[in-house]
DNA sequence: CTGAAAGCGCTTACAG
DNA sequence: CTGAAAGCGCTTACAG
């Protein structure tokens, strides 16, 4: 199973091996016949490039590093996430990209993935997720000098470019949607602080309900079901409880569909339930909850497209990139 | 950014190349003192070794590669997968591997990129999910001599390892348990039977009803919701539909339900419901649905386990394995 | 215990 | 348009 070079190939036709890689790598130097030649007798050998001596040679991998923090079980949770993974892939197929993954919940484990990849030249570089309050990455990967996307919210170094939703827009969307349906106190059951774009969201809602005299009640969880439940049941319990709550993803919105029913009130019509993150779960839960469809696939591919446009053009500040603005589903939980 | 090399450290300690790459891989050849201070230097300079430059040297790459040849919407609906894979994270964190990842619903690009990330030594084997009937990747991977592991069923090429989840047992389990509350006529509502494992689990609930003497009707569906409920329709329509069914995913489980009370019916009373793959879908269903847990995590590190074990001893035959038995989580929809 | 040298499979100036 | 040569950063026999 010995493996076919670039030598061999020069030496079945008689060439020098830098014709041939002329001819492999589409540039100047050879005539068109033997650009064919080489060409088709690569395709008859099956002929791959190594990809390590490529590397190697120029210098960079053509490999995206993906390092994510989370717990795994609660990532298995999360549809949003497999959704956004998959229209990263979409893009890097087209691209002919890979894409090397890591889970881990550990911090230091995840800085060192992050300097250990990018310093051993494995890939060329970084798609960031999660962005959260004090996040080391923007210093150390600006410190490294490897490109790297930042997605769903902004890095702190605004040379590094990132992809977002359209928080703005989606929280006039949902604050919208249940304004005109009458409600005139909201609740806002938001994720963990700690995430960028959990502030954002947090200032947009609030911007949205203000812009329309509504009032909000915020609380925070951690979006996980069970604490989205005891979130909204924190909520129902007050004597100036909300008519309408929204929720940061679809999970707690099911917590909220069950605290609503552990204390035999109903939705809406008790308490109106809109969530960020449309996905199978909201659907399947009774009665099914009005959502935000965010395109998550979008975002992947967006995210996965910039950092490629990064690392073609080094040193260059990209624009920054969002998705379109996100489609409402409404279901029962608001207009049922 | 100048990337430190093995060429830096001799030069600064007045050693010669190959005294440097003894020490800090740990080869004979170099005095403890010496070592010391290569290895001290390599961290204070915060030294890595090049990926690629090394994978030429020693000809192999310790990546490993996933192609996950699944629709990516559909993928986001299975909780099973994730913490497959957040399985084997966890191992080859442990290892210091990396999991290079694809996912394309393209049998050709499927084939194409198991070809190509192996010609081109991207990776120095592959875990294999999903393994169907017809399936080509055995004979491909091993004309190309590429070690691979295949999940969930056993390649056609028996020098292949493979490790398993214990489906004769699991039936068994999941048989017993319905027959335990006195059910005689059960259905079980199977994925797609073109997947190897789907077979195995057709003939293992088979011949556990047929041990117990119980009456057995299959019906096939394709692991969505949708289609699941469609099935288990069918069987309740029947003039003689089964007392209890076993479904082949957490999903279509949902879709029992949903089937069940599409017809005013009521589980367990009319129809008793256990589900392979437990998942916050089973507790989040009304009524809850009783489940095994296959601990999805156990398997995909024991499958990074044994892709690396194959790695490290080429050509030997090692023994299949498997996890341990699932277990079986009682919930409303049988014991309710 | 240490050093000089060849080699892994590519790319890329530099001459012809 | 083509070839000989150096170099990418490692590893590993082979001499000393």
Redesign the pocket.
Known sequence: M?????????DRL????????????D?????????RRVLDLADELD????S???A????RSDTIGLVVRRDPEMLSTEPFFVRVLAGMEAELERADGALLLRITDDPERERAIYRQWWR??RVAGFICLDQHVDDPRPRLLTSLGAPAVFVGAPSTDPSQPHVLSPEAEDSETLVGHLADLGHRHLGHVGGPIALSHERIRHDTVAAAARRRGLRLTYVGADYSKADGQRAVGELLDRPDAPTAIITGNDLMAVGAVHAVRARRLTSPGDLAIAAWDDSFLCQLVDPPVTALDRAPGALGALAARTILDQIAQPGVVLPHRRTAPSVLVPRATTVG
Chains 1, 2 share one sequence.
């Open positions: 010995k493996r076919v070079t670039i030598a061999d190939l020069a008689g060439l020098s091996k830098s014709s041939v890689s002329y001819a492999l790598n540039r100047p130097g050879v005539s068109d016949e033997t650009r002929w791959h490039p190594s390590s001596a490529r190697l040679s120029n210098k051993s030249d």
